[in-house]
């Protein structure tokens, strides 16, 4: 979460905000700065940063979770990695559509793939698209690879972003999916959590309407996109875990089938 919606916790509970009125606030997006020596056991990945320590992130004031150069956390090293490790995202030129993207990839991820990289966000004004996940102004089969990091869980209707998705994968596509996921147990997702405060006593966030669980391979599958699961540890050892503090995450690899995309 990040430290300004933490910040602003108590008043999108007492007044009831709406997600548009919090996410455009610029300073939401502040991080605190902090000066941390060079040098170190720890390394970012994203931005070859080493450091004796990384700056706490969010509301339990998560240890060595950020770096303290590009902002980068334990969920976007994953990213980074598994897409630098196994695949060829940077190896290649490709039509990328990366949905509200992470400062700390987008510069790189531009960098890489040029025009071909397209930004998509409902509220940022930066990004290069404003529009909605499901409903996205963009031909059929238009993108190599789709890049989706904890926005579903944010999507009241979650299964037409899933579709739209897959309409707009090239069959050869992928995407990369990343949301709140706990595989011990079903989605959990209630109509009646329709409060800033009910979902943040619900699923930890005053804007998420869901934890995906064991089920989300067959949600994605009604939704034209077959999926495999990655969990750090099947990328990385413990080792790498620790020097590039990755904590227990996973994402989902996405392929459109045969019936994803049809109208
Ligand atoms: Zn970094």
New binding site residues.
Partial sequence: MLHGLARLLPTIESAGLDEAAVYERRTLYDRPRAPVPAGGLLR??????SASRFLPFGLGGRRNAQ??????LERH?FLWLYLRERTDFFRRRLTVLHTAPEP?LEAPFRAQHGRGYVTLDRFNPHADVQADLTDLPFPDAAFDMVVSSHVLEHVPDDRAALREIARVLKPSGRAVLMFPFDPRRPTAEDAAMDTPAKRMAAYGHPYHYRIYGSDTPARLAACGLSAAVVATRDLLSGHRRRRHRVNTNHLFLARRTAAGGAP
Avoid: K, L, T
């Avoid at 970012?44 to 940063?49: A, F, K, Q, S």
């Avoid at 770096?67 to 980068?72: A, F, I, L, R």
């Fill in positions: 970012c990945p994203v931005c070859g940063r770096c303290p150069d590009c902002g980068s090293r700390c």
